[in-house]
């Protein structure tokens, strides 16, 4: 009888910190729009792992690519009703009352990689990340830098004049509806998931997105051109619900916050190499490269994002191009 009572004061104890096999305290999905090969499911991964090292397996993490939880919108509302935890997200915010959001991916807005890192990772990107905190109860753990968005097609494009026509996805970010509209193309907003199977049927005639997941979603055996116009380079969040987050004891909040930084560290890494090789891969696969009449998209595009922007948000976009 003493030798059953230690076996459940023993099983107690191992409560706390479960063996192999043993169910986890807490259950984190993570959802993310691209596939196994792109550099945020292995980042997603290895913070899935980090986490379950760091918490003794008291958190384990679900990581689903492909839009596998829901489309990008759906899985933002999964946040809030609790059916995701944790997801990639970044300009799509703009949709929910968060207009500082936009500011991680606003045309011509940023100059460069250092530009970017100076402001995702300084003060001006404290503050998106703090209002998207505020107002929608997303909290940003981390932040990936992207590769430049660049247009592909079926047919040259060098210059805005002959976009006419040309339906045109995009996410369903607004100020990108406005933009592209401004140029003279037919946005209109789809899933990512979606996206493939849209061009191969020709029910849209382009898209516009960095290498990565030009390359990871195969969009290059549907598209013949890709046009260099780097219209937006942009950073994306990896965003938990606040309120999942203020659920776990401090200890597992620090987990949390501890994995986010090596997963932000690594993702950066694979950047930095996939990058390059994305560009090659593609070019292997016959996709062919157009210099566009860069400054006739920048004036229209700056134009639109004037037009579509309010007073706060214009002030920010000054304060960033002041950096
Ligand atoms: O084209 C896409 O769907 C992505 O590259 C988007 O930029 C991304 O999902 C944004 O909607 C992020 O909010």
Known sequence: CFQVFLLAVALQLGACQ??????????????????????WHQASLKFAEEVKKRSNGRIEVKVYPNEQLGKEMDVLTGLLVGSADIMITGESLQSWSLPKSILCATPFAIRDSDHLKKVAGGPLGEEIEQHILDVAGFRPIAWFERGARNLTANRPIRHPDELQGMILRVPAVSLYVDTWSALGAKPTPMAFSEVFTAL???????????????????????????????????WAYVVMSNKKYEMLPADLQQVIDEAAA???????????????????????KGMEFIEVDKQAFREAANRAVMEAFDADQIDLLNRIQQV
Do not use: W
């Open 200 to 234: 191969q049927q020709s029910t849209i005639h382009g898209q516009e997105n960095p290498f990565a997941l030009i390359k990871d979603a195969g969009l290059y055996e549907v598209q013949k051109y890709c046009m260099l116009t780097e219209h937006v380079k942009s």
């Open 18 to 39: 479960p063996k192999q096999g043993e169910k986890p305290e807490f259950v984190l999905r993570f959802g993310h729009l691209a596939n196994r090969d792109h550099g």
């Open 262 to 284: 090596v997963m932000q560290e690594y993702e950066h890494e694979l950047f930095l190499v996939q990058e390059k090789e994305d560009y090659q891969f593609l070019l292997d």
